[in-house]
């Protein structure tokens, strides 16, 4: 870095001088080159005292300095094309730097080229392709030789050896360098050569010149100038009809002169041989080998094939030969069976003779071996017809009916008549479509429903069924009534049929008394073409209710009066009074009628014939009976539940007529006395009754127990009192509380003992003593400052609820008299 520093500052303060010296490379080390000191000016006796040294950017150190004589002289040989490779000019370099004072001088070293460089090729060996087919006159470009020296120490001429199909030509470029070429003055034939050798030498222009060679080797590509050509025009062989795939039937070879691709020999068959053919056989591309690769037709015995052989060329060239095979024939075929033309399914109406199928049978042997025999079963309606050549015709021969065979799966059966025979069979199957010729059938040609009157509207009654033996279209029914009328009206205003499942429903409430039976017809009717149907009697028996109450014809009154009979006075016993007739439009049981005698004035006066309905006297007439009688009957069917009807009928006992017929609304005679009214009440005032006088008894019989109990303990019972020593003893205040906002019926009770708390009491308080000052009366008289003494002992308190108590407080008889105290209803407010 101090050297760099030292080498600025003289380049910026002191440059003395500047030396060229010219030296050639490779000049030996210690050679002279010249006298620095003497060609600087310098002092060479000074160079070693000021510190001279010399300064390159080279990483060799090619020059060097005495230091006494100042003599340059070389100090490694130095090889130009290594320092400066390809430059025109070649320089070195150097400065010296003297101190003392501080100097800087310029050497530069001009290296001059010696030719010890012989020119060279970058490959040892070049190669060249010429197609054979090229004309005399085209050119190859031919690789420039390198040499390392300049000037005319570098490459100046190229020579080529003498050949007859080649000569060198120098081109020059737009630069100004030359280039060799290499120029065809005759056509090659690579069947006669087809390599040359040549031998391309560079010269350069040095003294004593140098050269350098390379081989060139020239290859004559191939032209796909010959046809590969057979061995034979005509290959012969024959093979078996049943000969494998893969056997072996002929090899056929061929040779071309050409190389490469195009000396390259393919096998195939020729477009002219026939597609089938090139399915029976095969050919190996590469060997020639003919093998079998499918059955062998032996519809022709003997076999013709073209055989290419084609060549790999760029154009590629062909020859054929032809080959002829002969087929050995073997019974190896049986009869093919083919379904030409298929009728199916065929109808079932056919007639016999109808043609179903059209068959082709075959057997590709030839001769006895493809002679074929066709046949089907015997129990079959149909039949085998011979038609044209190889053909058949299957044909009915009878009558076919799909509802009882659907279908017939036929069996064709054609053997060969070689030997040993070969059999093939084929299954058809031959559908038989239905046709319409199968009308509906019902399970009865009539059926009886039976229906109650007044059943609701919509109402199930009955659901036809029929069923077709036909199939889809043929065998789907609908149901439809046939139009007829039931009394005077549309069938369709009383009945609907469902169209699906012939379900029959009532489209109104029937009425036994008005229709009792009627009759129609439900028609079954297919989809097909034309349609089929058939019809089904329904009969309908309508089932009488007892819905109509039995109708009174006589006795009729007028304007809603009693019908009025009159019966002489004096009528004998059983003397028809009247006959009561009715009528019930029911039937049967609902309309058996029955006569019942509900009321009469008089039961003992009249009876009623319960069939025939005759009202007739049960015994002679009196004069004391009454004049007038009224009799309520009761006519009743036997339907469930029974109806019925009354009438009400005036007896009349009179001889004549009487010009106005009284009343019979009201007989005359005193209402019953007892009635179900009165008999309640009797019956609930004498329960009552008895309960109270009951708890009276019971009232009275506490009271003696109560008294008894007292008298046992020593209380007091009723007038009973306390003694007048125990007055003392036990003494309780009553007394009103001044200025109290109780009403006048509240006590306040205060004392000792078993009353140990205060209470206030509602009650009601009577006294009795002789010389007490205190009156009788409610206890609200009692004057505030009055005091009542009462004994304890005297007290009975009784809990009758958990609220409420029942005091007695009474005192024995003492000498002031006696007294009487009962706080009733006690109620504790506290």
Known sequence: MRVYW????????????????????????????????????????????????????????????????????????????????????????????????????RMEFKVLDVNDNSPSFPLSEYHVSVPEFLSPGARFALPNAQDLDEGTNGVQNYILNPDEHFHLEMQMRGDGSV?????????????QQATHRLVLTAEDGGDPPRSGDVPVIVTVLDTNDNAPEFEQSVYRASVLENSPSGTLVVQVHATDLDEGPNGEVRYSFSNATAADLQQMFLIHPHTGEVTVSGDLAVQRPLL???????????????????????????????????????????????????????????????????KVTCQIPDNLPFQLKPSLENYYSLVTSGLLDRELISGYNITITATDLGSPPITTQQTLWVQISDVND???????????????????????????????????????????????TVAGSALTSFLSVSLVNGS???????????????????????NGSPALSAAMTVNVYIS??????????????QNGSVAVEVVPRLA???????????????????????????????????????????????????????????????????????????VTVGILLADTLPQALPD???????????????????????????????????????????????????????????????????????????????????????????????????????LGLENSNIPNGDAGNVPSSSRLQVPGPCIQVQQIQSDRLSAVLMANSGPAGHYRVMLLGLDPVL
Request: charged share 20%; proline share 5%.
């Open 438 to 484: 199968n009308p509906p059938v019902f399970a009865a040609d009539t059926f009886d429903v039976f229906v109650e009157e007044n059943n609701p509207l919509g109402a199930f009654l009955y659901q036809v069924s029929a069923s077709d033996l036909d199939i889809g279209e043929n065998g789907q029914i609908s149901y439809t009534l046939r139009n007829s």
């Open 179 to 191: 280039y060799p070429e290499l120029v065809l003055k005759k056509a090659l034939d690579r069947e």
């Open 572 to 646: 004998d016993e059983d003397y028809l009074v009247t006959k009561v007739v009715a009528d019930d439009e029911d039937n049967a049981e609902n309309a058996w009628l029955s006569y019942h005698l509900a009321h009469s004035s008089d039961s003992t006066l009249f009876r009623l014939a319960p069939h025939s309905g005759e009202l007739r006297t049960t015994r002679s007439l009196r004069s004391t009976d009454l004049l007038k009688h009224k009799v309520v009957v009761v006519v009743r069917d036997h339907g469930e539940p029974p109806l019925s009807s009354t």
């Open 544 to 557: 009488d209710q007892n819905d109509n109450a039995p109708a009174i014809l006589y006795p009729i009154g």
């Open 664 to 766: 019979f609304d009201d007989n005359g005679e005193p209402p019953p006395l007892l009635n179900a009214t009165n008999i309640y009440l009797i019956v609930s005032l004498a329960c009552v009754s008895f309960i109270f006088t009951v708890f009276l008894l019971f009232l009275a019989i506490a009271r003696l127990c109560h008294c008894w109990a007292c008298h046992r303990q020593g209380c007091c019972c009723s007038i009973c009192c306390c003694s007048a020593d125990e007055y003392e003893k036990y003494r309780y205040s009553v007394h009103m509380l001044p200025s109290s906002h109780l009403p006048p019926d509240m006590l306040e009770v205060t004392g000792m003992g078993k009353l140990t708390h205060t209470y206030l009491y509602r009650a009601s308080v009577g």
């Open 304 to 370: 013709e094939m073209l055989i290419e052989a084609r060549d790999k060329g760029a154009f590629a060239l062909s020859s054929t030969a032809k080959l002829l095979v002969e087929i050995t024939d073997v019974n190896n075929h049986g009869p093919e069976i083919t379904i030409a033309s298929l009728s199916n399914p065929i109808p079932e109406d056919a007639v016999p003779g109808t043609v179903i199928a059209l068959l082709s049978i075959v057997d590709k042997d030839p001769g006895e071996n493809g």
């Open 504 to 526: 029959i429903y009532a489209k109104r409430a029937f009425d036994f008394e008005q229709l009792r039976s009627f009759h129609f017809q439900v028609e079954a009717k297919d």
């Open 6 to 105: 030292m080498v600025f500052c003289l380049i910026c303060c002191t440059v003395k001088g500047q030396v060229v010296y010219s030296i050639a490379e490779g000049t030996d080390r210690g050679a002279f080159v010249g006298n620095v000191a003497k060609d600087l000016g310098i002092n060479a006796a000074a160079l070693s005292a000021r510190k001279f040294r010399m300064i390159t950017g080279s990483s060799k150190q090619y020059f060097n300095i005495n230091a006494t004589t100042g003599v340059l002289s070389v100090n490694e040989p130095i090889d130009r094309e290594q320092l400066c490779e390809l430059k025109s000019t070649c320089l070195l370099n150097y400065e010296l730097v003297l101190e003392n004072p501080l100097e800087l001088y």
